[in-house]
């Protein structure tokens, strides 16, 4: 990983505050109609996948934050790593279609309101085994918690999600992340705390972070409301899953 530099992140959050706001002049941020990007040929685009649910957050929680919260993140992942990305390197993608095999990190909002489809299940199944990785976020609640688990169990049944300790190489990869509770009182729920599966190689392949919610804190980082700290470890939480799955 010598091609990875690393970059103090409250100074790359500080540079990146420009950009936030020419966003937010251009009309980028909340309150838009939700449009497909045409991403640039990056070594690493983002997938944001597009889900069957059931409409318990009304069938749009995959779409929450973006497309600011991906804009941003991905600007901090180009400031503080080699890798070769851009803002626009993202895209919306159905996980019921072929087309989920040609981006390898997926990240999934509001997974407590998925109820996939046959087709969805295999496509995970297959995305997992083939070497992708995918993060969940934003979902809290045992009701949410289970409805995660029980539709990721429809694709895996034979691999329960087990708890990622502090020491796992994942919080480590980039930035190391010893302690996640800064963040916790700007989410709902409880405790954060991570599960993750693991492929047959016994690589990290999907990440759940029940009672967190990066994706807010990745599009609400400039606003007054959002302290300066919990955003820096969320950025650079994003960061060391971008590294994941690039690099396993």
Not at 100 to 113: C, I, K, L, N, T
Not at 136 to 141: E, N
Not at 177 to 191: E, F, N, Q
Request: aromatic share 12%; charged share 20%.
């Amino acid at each position: 990983m010598n091609r990875l530099k690393s970059i103090a992140p409250v100074a790359i959050i500080a540079a990146a505050l420009g950009y936030a706001l020419l966003a937010n002049a251009q009309g980028f941020r909340r309150g838009f109609r939700i449009e497909q990007n045409d991403p640039p040929a990056t070594e690493l685009v983002v997938a944001r996948w597009h889900f069957g649910t059931n409409g318990l957050i009304g069938h749009m929680g995959w779409s929450h934050n973006y497309p600011s919260s991906d804009q941003n993140l991905n600007q901090f992942i180009k400031d503080a790593t080699g890798i070769d990305i851009e803002v626009a390197s993202f895209r919306i993608v159905e996980l019921g279609s072929p087309e989920v095999f040609d981006y390898p990190f997926a990240y999934v909002s509001e997974p407590g309101e998925m109820e996939l489809t046959e087709q969805e299940v295999i496509n995970l199944r297959e995305f997992v085994n083939r070497g992708g990785f995918v993060l969940m976020d934003d979902f809290d609640g045992i009701v949410q918690l289970e409805t995660m688990r029980s539709q990721v169990a429809r694709a895996f049944p034979d691999r329960p999600f087990m708890q990622l300790l502090n020491d796992h190489r994942v919080l480590h990869s980039h930035f190391d992340l010893d302690d996640l509770s800064r963040m916790s009182p700007y989410v709902p729920g409880g405790r954060i705390v991570y599960y993750g599966i693991m492929n047959d190689r016994g690589d990290l392949a999907i990440a759940a972070g029940h009672n967190n919610d990066l994706a807010n804190f990745w599009d609400w980082y400039d606003e007054p409301q959002m302290p300066l700290e919990p955003a820096a470890d969320a950025f650079r939480l994003g960061v060391n899953f971008a590294v994941w799955a690039f690099t396993h």
